[in-house]
């Protein structure tokens, strides 16, 4: 039955090409240029929030390599830092690596929307566990960021992310 649950769960996914006429368009590289703030929070599967923490991000585009420095501060104090590498491959798909992320993932744009899904290693009660982060993102028209991640495991959602993103005007 749980087979059957997370195999009916896993083809309801949207495909990101659907969004391909819509507006305004999203390109991670010219979007993350610069500094970009974020606040967010993380849900458990009952929907009630385990974490709230801001994010600061230095975002450096050359053209072809988009580089993320992510700064997490926890509303407990704790602080988390992730660097993300992104490759333009062409104009909708990018490969991405992290240091705390399992192997290059595939991200793909396009019109307001971005999507990638990858595993990711989170502590929880002093032990690791890797969940496949399905992370779909929403450019608005005011220029902010909406960002839904599903965390799963075995097929089964046990988390939810919700971050929303702006630039920082210099």
Wanted: with cysteine; glycine share 10%; hydrophobic share 40%.
């Amino acid at each position: 039955m749980l087979l059957t649950l997370g195999l009916l769960v896993g083809c309801g996914a949207p495909s990101i090409e659907r969004y391909a006429d819509t507006e305004p368009r999203l390109d991670i590289g010219d979007y993350f240029q610069g500094q970009t703030r974020a606040w967010g929070m993380v849900q458990d599967y009952r929907g009630e929030v385990q974490r709230r923490f801001t994010v600061l991000i230095d975002g450096r585009y050359d053209g072809q390599t988009l580089v993320l420095d992510e700064a997490f501060v926890f509303e407990d104090g704790e602080t988390q830092r992730r660097v993300w590498t992104f490759e333009r491959q062409d104009a909708t798909t990018w490969i991405g690596h992290a240091s705390d992320v399992a192997g290059p993932v595939t991200a793909r744009q396009y019109g307001h929307a971005f999507h990638m899904r990858y595993r990711l290693p989170i502590e929880i009660d002093g032990r690791d566990i890797t969940f496949t982060m399905d992370d779909w993102m929403y450019l608005q028209p005011d220029r902010r960021l909406i960002n839904r991640t599903a965390m799963r495991k075995f097929g089964l959602t046990l988390g939810e992310i919700t971050l929303v993103f702006e630039p920082v005007d210099d």
